[in-house]
Nanobody, 114 residues
Framework: QVQLVESGGGLVQPGGSLRLSCAAS????????MGWYRQAPGKQRELVAT???????NYADSVKGRFTISRDNAKNTVYLQMNGLKPEDTAVYYC????????WGQGTQVTVSS
């Protein structure tokens, strides 16, 4: 059983930055495939970014150049640095484990508004 706990969401103005964190339980975090997804009101959950055990990353086109996913295996934590935030980035952001996610966090709200 793996538990994922997100933090770092909040209200930010357009153009601002936030860093989300996801702390994971488990002894084998370093080999986990991790990801961030988001779900806006009335929309389906969508992939934002992923990172594999080797540090290779993948991003949705809508966030490329603005968001950066990273991991700290010593802290069992994956991060999502979000810069240049736009109102359309407003969503609940979820941390996930697995290429076909089999574990999810509870989500953290990100609101981009002036």
């Amino acid at each position: 059983q793996v538990q994922l706990v997100e933090s770092g969401g909040g209200l930010v103005q357009p153009g601002g930055s936030l860093r989300l964190s996801c702390a994971a339980s488990g002894r084998f975090f370093s080999i986990y495939f991790m990801g961030w997804y988001r779900q806006a009101p009335g929309k389906q959950r969508e992939l934002v970014a992923t990172i594999d055990h080797g540090g290779s990353t993948n991003y949705a086109d809508s966030v490329k150049g603005r968001f950066t996913i990273s991991r700290d295996n010593a802290k069992n934590t994956v991060y999502l640095q979000m810069n240049g935030l736009k109102p359309e980035d407003t969503a609940v952001y979820y941390c996930s484990k697995g290429e076909r996610p089999n574990y999810w966090g509870q989500g953290t709200q990100v609101t981009v508004s002036s």
